[in-house]
């Protein structure tokens, strides 16, 4: 694709002779490029956006080949970028660090306001979006009138992935701040949400609670769920405890079954003889479960999956 550079005029105008087979690139003082307050998705809190940007800032301060931004100029003449925010910002730092660039090339865009989000979101350049900052523009788009098959088809992802992400959009400002951080993952919480609804923040914070007690830092599937006993040791309790209750005799058994009647409190003095098969059968029973949950225990300390 040719590119045929213009010096800004009036960016507002309508470039002539346009074809298919050209792209106008205008060259804009850089420093009057804007942002459109709220239209970024990016968290610039982020450590990783932070880099990013310092990135671009070395690249324009070293004179490297930086990809021209996408712009449009707003009715009272701003000129606010629709993709490459981050590169604005890099090159107003480099700026600011004594660089001397006086003209940048942009890109115009034409198209309407859902356009602009789907060009945002599907961006390829740089740094690619957090889920949860996805998560909002899905959310900005079904607020314009999009269908979640709509937003699927733009975006190349499923309608249920859509649907997904919507839910966490919706979800409040401390479910958002547990995955921000990482404490929390992006489908743990999107489940919680469904599962919880309001609640779901309460949840989650004890769970990570849970999480810390164990050593770890983020809430995992198996502190959600509990720890998963492992099918092998099931086997083996199984297996022990069978044995023990068939060399039970009759008489035992209808002993415990009269004791079953008692109070608790009240069966506490009473004594009963077993055989030591039946004694040891369920001995090695409790020691299979003790030692699972040492395995556990220790599974949870390096963080890994129950095998």
């Known amino acids: 694709m040719a590119f045929v550079v213009t010096p800004l005029k009036d960016f507002t105008a309508e470039p002539q002779g346009q074809t298919n087979r050209k792209m106008y690139l205008y060259q804009v003082d850089p420093m009057l490029l804007q942002e459109e307050e709220g239209f970024n998705l990016r968290y610039y809190d982020d450590p990783k956006v932070k880099a990013h940007i310092e990135a671009f800032c070395e690249s324009y301060m070293a004179d490297r080949y930086v990809p021209p931004m996408m712009v449009r100029a707003l009715n009272d003449g701003r000129i606010v970028v629709i993709e490459g925010h981050c590169r604005r910002r890099g090159v107003q730092l480099a700026i600011s660090r004594g660089a001397k660039i006086p003209l940048v090339n942009v890109i115009p865009f034409r198209g309407n306001d859902a356009e602009r989000v789907e060009l945002m979101l599907r961006s390829a350049q740089g740094l690619k979006l957090e889920p949860l900052d996805i998560a909002r523009g899905y959310l900005r788009l079904s607020q314009m009138g999009l269908k979640p098959a ?28 547990l995955v921000r951080t990482g404490a929390v993952s992006v489908d743990i919480a999107i489940d919680a949400v469904r599962a919880h609804g309001e609640g779901a923040a309460t949840v989650l914070s004890q769970k990570l609670e849970v999480a810390k007690q164990e050593g770890r830092q983020r809430v995992t599937k198996s502190v959600v769920r509990g720890h998963t006993v492992p099918r092998k040791t099931v086997e083996a309790v199984f297996a022990r405890v069978e044995r023990a209750m068939a060399q039970m005799p009759a008489a035992l058994r209808q002993q415990a079954e009269e004791l079953q009647a ?30 699972m949950k040492a395995r556990l225990a220790k599974q949870a300390a390096r963080g890994e999956a129950p095998e």
């Open 150 to 177: 709509e937003i699927a088809a733009s975006q190349s992802k499923s309608p249920a992935r859509v649907e997904q992400l919507l839910t966490l959009a919706t979800a409040s400002g401390e479910v958002h701040d």
């Open 262 to 291: 008692i109070p608790e409190r009240e069966r506490a003095n009473q004594k009963v003889e077993v055989e030591a098969n039946v004694l040891l059968g369920l001995l090695g029973a409790a020691q299979e479960i003790e030692a």
